[in-house]
């Protein structure tokens, strides 16, 4: 089945933060306060520079640092969403020495548990989960069918993205962006793009 590297997956997922945050500021400021690119941007960064140097931690572990660290460094909604969402999925793992496909269907599930409990969100409600949800369902059925970690992995981020793109004419129903009633309407979701690009890093962590 292959594995993921936490330490990959958060190099990856600073690049691709980085490379689109005047895309995830843009689609932040037409529903939201506009800082969304700059906040994750800086909070992946510092999570690459803390996980970088934890390599004799198994993952679960760094994945808790990764949330903490997350916690520590971003504002607004994203920060507390992801940092729980990571140290949900790494107290799922515990110290298993590896990250397989079976272990990180469990850890998104952890993950996704988080994210609605604390955003209080469900699917349709145009928010981060309408892209998690459907990529922690993806993943799980790939694995339980016996597909490669690389197909699976390819499946949840096609769901991801897809989902991201299905927030396009919803309503806000949470956030900040819920504010805006039917205005918010014809605008994706800023927390559910940067969602999909977090988990299309998964591919390439397990490439890399």
Not at 12 to 34: C, F, K, R, W, Y
Request: proline content about 3%.
């Amino acid at each position: 089945m292959g594995s993921i590297s936490v330490i990959a997956w958060m190099d990856e997922v600073s690049a691709v933060i980085a490379a689109e945050a005047d895309h995830l500021t843009q689609l932040d400021a037409a529903i939201g306060d506009g800082d969304h690119g700059v906040n994750l941007t800086r909070g992946f960064l510092a999570v690459r520079e803390a996980v970088a140097s934890s390599g004799d931690l198994p993952p679960g572990r760094q994945l808790i640092l990764a949330g903490k660290t997350l916690v520590s460094t971003v504002g607004g909604a994203s920060g507390p969403l992801w940092g729980t969402a990571l140290r949900r999925a790494g107290r799922a793992l515990g110290d298993a020495p590896e990250l397989d496909g079976a272990r990180l269907a469990d850890a998104l599930d952890a993950a996704l548990a988080g994210v609605v409990e604390l955003g209080a969100a469900e699917s349709g409600d145009k928010t981060m989960v309408d892209a998690l949800r459907p990529a922690v369902a993806a993943l799980r059925a790939a694995v339980e069918r016996g597909a490669s970690l690389a197909e699976a992995l390819e499946a949840a981020g096609n769901a991801a993205a897809e989902g991201a793109q299905a927030t396009v004419p919803m309503q806000a129903r949470k956030g900040r962006a819920s504010y805006l009633g039917e205005r918010s309407i014809g605008h994706e979701d800023p927390g559910a793009a940067s969602t999909a690009l977090i988990v299309a890093a998964l591919g390439r962590a397990l490439s890399a």
